[in-house]
Nanobody
Framework: QVQLVESGGGLVQAGGSLRLSCKTS????????VGWFRQAPGKEREVLGA????????YYADFAKGRFTVSRDNAKDTVYLQMNSLKPEDTAVYSC?????????????????????WGKGTQVTVAS
């Protein structure tokens, strides 16, 4: 069973940066994709980006391009979300998710129901 554990959330000031980590169980020999989502109070969950575990292919939501970067370190079984120039509206619970067959693509935005595994999330609060 795949397990995902997010860390790195907390309180940051507007304009600051934060890097979230998603520690995964081992995906050896599997074609996994790991992505990041967020959900703010009263709003729908939205995808930020996703990255292939074995390739350099990525997908980003349009609004996330430029400020959010997904990367990975296979040796550490970890996927990162680098967040820059944070704004109060970025305040949300950030979750990572993984799937063995759903490749990085807009399907991570439109078919998140197909994603097999989810972390519990980490709170990010951006203060004015």
């Amino acid at each position: 069973q795949v397990q995902l554990v997010e860390s790195g959330g907390g309180l940051v000031q507007a304009g600051g940066s934060l890097r979230l980590s998603c520690k995964t169980s081992r995906c050896t020999f599997d074609m996994w994709t790991v992505g990041w989502f967020r959900q703010a109070p009263g709003k729908e969950r939205e995808v930020l980006g996703a990255i292939s575990w074995s390739r350099n292919t990525t997908y980003y939501a349009d609004f996330a391009k430029g400020r959010f970067t997904v990367s990975r370190d296979n040796a550490k079984d970890t996927v990162y979300l680098q967040m820059n120039s944070l704004k109060p509206e970025d305040t949300a619970v950030y979750s990572c998710a993984a799937d063995a067959t759903l490749l990085p693509s807009p399907r991570w935005a439109t078919r998140s129901d197909l994603i097999s595994y989810w972390g519990k999330g980490t709170q990010v609060t951006v203060a004015s």
